[in-house]
């Protein structure tokens, strides 16, 4: 069976470029979820211990440092997924005669009223472009990926040394 004589396959640098993009979605998903499970933990754990009117000063000593540790664990993962889900504003790195990469890139040229100007310099250049919006989105699902990865990390600990801290006492 023979192709079609324009029927190519997709850039590597377009299709990695769609590939990140996607990357980055599916990050802000888990990230989001992520979110959501933390909070419904948290929730349902103050409201059981609300409901019992217990406090962590009744601890032990080492019971009540697992506590506070297992605590700020909880806090942390919270900010780390946070932190996952927020947007990124990379700096604009654009001007007058470089091609636009990403919306900041558009905000700025707006600003400084060369927006036409721009996007013809970046049909004049496309792999330029295509390269600036690679790098950062790169950085953007790495900056990601990592806040996920901390905030898993901290969870995990916090849902192991709560617990903990309940049976030591």
Same mark, same amino acid.
């Given at each position: 069976m023979t192709r079609a004589p324009h029927?190519?396959?997709?850039?590597?640098? *377009?299709q990695l470029l769609a590939d990140l993009r996607a990357e980055i979605a599916r990050a802000d998903g888990k990230a989001t979820v992520l979110v959501g499970v933390l909070g419904l933990t948290a929730g349902l754990l103050s409201a059981l211990l609300i409901g019992l009117r217990w406090t962590p @000063?009744?601890?032990?000593?080492p019971a009540a440092l697992l506590w506070w540790a297992g605590t700020a664990l909880l806090v942390t993962s919270l900010f780390a997924l946070l932190l996952a889900v927020t947007p990124r504003y990379g700096r604009s790195h654009w001007a007058p005669g470089l091609p636009l990469t990403y919306f900041g890139d558009i905000r700025r040229a707006v600003r400084a009223?060369?927006?036409? !100007?721009?996007?013809?310099? @970046?049909?004049?250049a496309p792999a330029r472009a295509l390269r600036a919006a690679l790098a950062e989105n790169s950085r953007i699902a790495a900056r990601k990926h990592f806040w996920i990865r901390t905030g898993l990390l901290a969870?995990?600990? !916090?849902?192991?040394?709560?617990? *903990? !801290?309940?049976? *030591?006492?």
């Open positions: 029927a190519q396959r997709p850039r590597a640098d *377009v @000063t009744r601890l032990p000593a009223g060369l927006l036409t !100007s721009a996007l013809a310099d @970046t049909e004049r969870f995990g600990g !916090s849902a192991v040394l709560l617990p *903990v !801290s309940l049976l *030591v006492a």
